[in-house]
């Protein structure tokens, strides 16, 4: 069971029983059990992402199975795919319409700038819920699912645990961006940072509706925890939000 459990099923009691978050870790050791997309199909990470929220199983990336340009780039498993992303989600490529998220290419350029691409430390990505960690693992990024409820309690703690009124951000990227590669950046720039992502257009039809993405490194997590019964979350004022939770998860129950 992974290391903070007691405290981790506490801080999702407080912020109104929320769902158990997906850890992610590399390794270069095959998983022996999980899903894991298949040779020669395309297949979009957050989509079994939901499969590993939905069926409480891990799932796993292989950097020699490429089932997504753009999310093998995220991964840090491959940099062949940067032209061809610029174009695509800009103004297209030869003989298919672009996305138009960004005005043209040199602004995903200067995204990619920006970000430093670092290369993945293994050549298998394992995400699973964290509940399902065992031993020695620990994870790399852990992610969390919400809606606007929740998600406020989750920026709060973040501001309060880090004491730092710039803790979270919300970057441009793809879905998977934002759970992996900005992450990534943050830390290797030394900034401790809280990324709230999936605002992607593309991903959106593997996330429930109104729900955004939430990660954070596993010392940020620890420090939220530890934290989070010194915090607004045992206070008066998050007690009227509590009751907007309960309205919310009855509506889309």
Known sequence: MFWFQEGLERLLHLLGNMEMPLGAYYTNTLPTAGLTPARGRHECIINFMRKSRTQETPVFFAADTNACMGGWTYLGFSNENRDKIASFVTTGLPGRGGEHYMPEPASIYRLFEEMEFQKASGSYCVVKPLSLFQGEEKPEVVTFFA???????????????????????????????????????????????????????????FMKTDELSFTVSSDVLAEMIDKAPQSFLTGRSWQGVLKKIKQSDKKWA
């Open 147 to 205: 809606r606007a409820e929740r998600l406020t309690g989750l920026c709060h703690l973040a501001y309060f645990a880090l004491n730092d009124h710039n803790a979270v951000a919300m970057p441009f990227g793809a879905g998977c961006s934002g759970i992996f590669a900005w992450p990534r950046t943050y830390q290797r720039k030394g900034l401790r940072r809280a990324v709230i992502g999936c605002t992607d257009i593309s991903c959106r039809p």
